[in-house]
């Protein structure tokens, strides 16, 4: 299966070149292969942690052409385009990047060692490439699906030791109870940012004020976000900030990490760029002893069987997860399923020593977005030893696996049909890598 490269999709990808060594090492039609690139690429697959193999610089060779070969044809495509303001907002979105690793904008041209134009001019080619490669693979491998019977089928096809071996996984549910704020205490929360929204039009900076008091990281930034679409974005959130007018302040946004006042920057399509000042609400002894009592009270009647499991999270629980019987997701990949390692401290703490079917004592925890404390009941459902993957306990992993193969065969395919008619040049410095070949036709 091809080497998919990390290239397409870093955020780091302005190096320095050293002009004086570079060299032409491919030409696919329109497209410049440097040795600067294999370089680049090569030291950036190493510092992702990469274990370096004998055959991962004509791996990435190899997977560097085939970019290239796909800008080309994207650029040639009548029917692919590249907007410019989606273009300009990514490069903005890599220098805010850069600016919050550093520090500020001046020690980002400092650690670069060219001026911030400079960057964005170099950056805009970058991104402009890596979205018509994106684009043009999407338009080869969009439409590719696979059923069921065809993963049973790729299944089949597969030697022993290439099924994949799934680790320990458990399957959770939980029950949430959250501290409640005072009516009083909310107030005077949105009391304070409403008068934070008076001072700022009264002349005072956002970023400054964001910076004294705003309780997120951005406060380090001057509140400011960088661009984001709307999916990247909580809803209450996204829904106040998408209406706003460049400069304009948002009024006070309750989301589920606390409150905020939102100010726009810059909006491109549909990519926003705002600040905000989120203040974050801080519970009382007695809000978190009223929240201890009732998830006890509730342990009580689940075990002396007054109410089960699955109707107290219907009927009490306040985290999101009760619209899903109160399963807890997997955020990495979607699916009900955690390896230990992948569990948070706390809740692996909790079922260390659960057989299948127990339930938790009540325990305080963090909430799953982090931001404040919950008291927490968790089920373990299911507890699925190591094992080599099947149709019955893995289908979404066999899935996945058998349509990502599907996919690189179209794109394989794709490859062989469009060869031929495109002009390509090969360095014979890249003669002793297996792909040479291949790519010569």
Same mark, same amino acid.
């Given at each position: ?27 696919i039609g329109?497209?410049?292969l440097?040795?600067?690139d294999i ?5 950036q697959i ?8 004998e ?13 290239n ?8 495509d ?8 989606d273009?300009?907002?990514e ?8 600016e ?9 041209e ?5 001026s ?9 080619m970058?991104?402009?490439d ?12 969009n439409d590719v ?17 290439e ?9 959770l ?8 704020l005072?009516d ?8 304070k ?5 008076k ?9 400054v004020?964001?910076?004294?008091y ?8 001057? +509140? !400011? ?6 999916e990247?974005l909580? =809803?209450? /959130? &996204?829904?106040?900030?998408? #209406?706003?007018?460049k400069?304009?302040i ?18 491109? +399509? !549909?990519q ?8 974050? =609400?801080k /519970? &009382?002894?007695l809000?978190? #002893? ?8 509730i ?14 999270i ?17 955020t ?5 399923q ?14 260390e020593?659960m057989n299948?079917?127990?339930i ?8 799953n ?9 968790v ?10 993957a ?7 992993l066999?899935?996945d696996?058998a349509l ?8 394989d ?5 469009n060869?031929?008619?495109?002009y390509?040049n090969?360095?014979?410095?890249l ?11």
């Open positions: 299966m091809r080497f998919f490269i990390i290239y397409i999709f870093l955020l780091c990808s302005v190096v320095v070149q050293a002009q004086s060594i570079d060299k032409i090492q491919a030409i329109s497209e410049i440097l040795i600067s370089e680049n690429q090569y030291n190493l510092s992702q942690g990469v274990i370096e193999t055959n991962i610089r004509c791996d990435i060779i190899d997977e560097l052409l085939f970019q070969f796909l800008i080309h044809h994207a650029k040639i009548s029917t692919i385009e590249v907007n410019q303001d273009v300009e907002a490069v903005s979105n890599r220098i805010s990047f850069f919050s690793q550093l520090g500020s904008i001046s020690k980002v400092e650690y670069f060692r060219r911030i134009e400079s960057m964005k001019d170099e950056l805009s970058i991104v402009k890596q979205f018509y490669s994106q684009k043009k693979q999407s338009s080869i491998i699906k696979i059923t069921p019977n065809e993963v049973k089928e790729f299944l089949s096809t597969l030697n022993d030791d099924i994949p071996l799934v680790t320990l996984k458990l399957e549910s939980q029950l949430v109870i959250l501290p409640k005072s009083e205490k909310q107030q005077a929360i949105k009391d940012l409403n008068a934070f929204r001072r700022i039009y009264n002349g005072e900076d956002f970023k004020l964001a910076a004294l705003s309780d997120d990281g951005s406060a380090n930034n001057g +509140g !400011e976000l960088g661009f984001m679409k709307r990247d909580v =809803p209450e /959130f &996204s829904r106040a900030a998408f #209406k706003l007018k400069d304009e948002s009024e006070v946004v309750e989301s589920q990490y606390g409150f905020h006042i939102i100010q726009m920057i810059e909006r491109r +399509g !549909e926003i760029n705002v600040r905000h000042i989120l203040i974050k =609400p /519970f &009382s002894s809000s978190l #002893k009223n929240a201890s009592d009732k998830i006890n009270s342990k009580m009647d689940i075990d002396s069987s007054i109410i089960s499991f699955d109707k107290a219907i009927e009490f629980s306040d985290d999101d997860s009760k619209n899903n019987g109160g399963l807890i997701i997997n990495k990949d979607g699916t009900t955690f390896t230990i390692e992948e569990l948070d401290p706390s809740i692996r703490y909790l079922i020593k299948e079917g127990d938790s004592s009540p325990s305080l925890t963090k909430s977005d982090g931001s404040q404390a919950a008291y927490r009941l089920k373990l459902n299911r507890r699925i030893a190591e094992h080599k099947n149709i019955f306990d893995d289908f979404d066999l899935k696996f990502a193969n599907k996919k690189q065969k179209a794109l395919k794709w490859l062989a049909d060869i031929d008619n495109t390509i090969i360095s014979e410095e003669s002793t890598c297996s792909c040479f070949n291949k790519w010569m036709k």
